[in-house]
């Protein structure tokens, strides 16, 4: 089993920045890939971004050039730099862990950019 717990989100200004972080525990040897997604209001769930265990990344075009994914192994954790943030950035951002048996998810935390 794997657990993944975020955390860092809040509210900030348009053009302002945060980092999420997702530290995960538990079967981690199992992660392939790990993922940052979002939901919108109203709106079904998106990627953000994602990154393998070998470190390759790949982004959504609506947050490349603004958005950082990145890992740190020794500490189990991924995070999520973003900056020049948008009112339309504003969901609630969830981290995945994506096995070859299931797809793991953290309980989301808020991101809130106001204009």
């Known amino acids: 089993q794997v657990q993944l717990v975020e955390s860092g989100g809040g509210l900030v200004q348009a053009g302002g920045s945060l980092t999420l972080s997702c530290a995960a525990s538990g079967s981690i040897f199992s992660i392939n890939y790990m993922g940052w997604y979002r939901q919108a209001a109203g709106q079904e769930r998106e990627l953000v971004a994602v990154v393998t265990s070998g470190g390759r990344t790949n982004y959504d075009d609506s947050v490349k050039g603004r958005f950082t994914i990145s890992r740190d192994s020794a500490k189990n954790t991924v995070y999520l730099q973003m900056s020049s943030l948008k009112p339309e950035d504003t969901a609630v951002y969830y981290c995945?862990?994506?096995?070859?048996?299931?797809?793991?998810w953290g309980q989301g935390t808020q991101v809130t950019v106001s204009s």
């Open positions: 995945a862990g994506h096995t070859v048996a299931a797809t793991v």
